[in-house]
T-cell receptor
Framework: QKEVEQDPGPLSVPEGAIVSLNCTYS??????FMWYRQYSRKGPELLMY????GNKEDGRFTAQVDKSSKYISLFIRDSQPSDSATYLC??????????FGGGTRLMVKP | KAGVTQTPRYLIKTRGQQVTLSCSPI?????VSWYQQTPGQGLQFLFE???????NKGNFPGRFSGRQFSNSRSEMNVSTLELGDSALYLC????????????FGQGTRLTVV
């Protein structure tokens, strides 16, 4: 079993929909939680990060962490075709050794 | 501010050869990490360098090595290439004291034939 599990998708939604992306993890030592977006043939781009349970909002994006359930989520409001990409969760306990989920491919259709 | 720069962008090598990839971090970032991305295994941590010292190492064979120079630029080397080493190799740099901000380059696409 992998330390971080993420549904690979693809997830297809119409433009304007609310998107929910999720990861579960098994190691309770993880303290830092990040979401990355990766377009085809590009490197991952940091979207959001948090280090506590609860919600963090940034524009159309909301990151949610539930440490008791070992469950993290990224919500995208008013999704746009330009949001079509692979979304990766990344977790960290200390240092810069990130453990990634496998990524969820999102397609937002006009 | 310039981002993380990786060179070359694409490489084709033959089994048994060795290869060196280069990474220039964002100015002021002293931590440089390397990752391997494949369709089957996803993104996996290779190693991290900080102030010219390897600080963390992932679960990869000794054929994978790296180093960091005094200007924080980093190189990784893969010796005796195998077909399974074909992957996108990504470099990330992080600002001092941060465990949450890793900024990635575009990657080097290595194909081993």
């Amino acid at each position: 079993q992998k330390e971080v599990e993420q549904d690979p998708g693809p997830l297809s939604v119409p433009e304007g929909a609310i998107v929910s992306l999720n990861c579960t993890y098994s190691n309770s030592a993880f303290q830092y939680f990040m979401w990355y977006r990766q377009y085809s043939r590009k490197g991952p781009e940091l979207l959001m990060y948090t280090y506590s349970s609860g919600n963090k909002e940034d524009g159309r994006f909301t990151a949610q962490v539930d440490k008791s359930s070992k469950y993290i989520s990224l919500f995208i409001r008013d999704s746009q075709p330009s949001d079509s990409a692979t979304y990766l969760c990344a977790l960290n306990n200390a240092g810069n050794m990130l453990t990634f989920g496998g990524g969820t491919r999102l397609m937002v259709k006009p | 501010k310039a981002g993380v720069t990786q060179t070359p962008r694409y490489l084709i090598k033959t089994r048994g050869q060795q290869v060196t990839l280069s990474c220039s971090p964002i100015s002021g970032h002293r931590s440089v990490s390397w990752y391997q991305q494949t369709p089957g295994q996803g993104l996996q941590f290779l190693f991290e360098y900080f102030s010219e010292t390897q600080r963390n190492k992932g679960n990869f064979p000794g054929r994978f090595s790296g180093r960091q120079f005094s200007n924080s630029r980093s190189e990784m080397n893969v010796s005796t290439l195998e077909l399974g080493d074909s992957a996108l190799y990504l470099c990330a740099s992080s600002p001092p004291g941060s465990y949450t901000e890793a900024f990635f380059g575009q990657g080097t696409r290595l194909t081993v034939v």
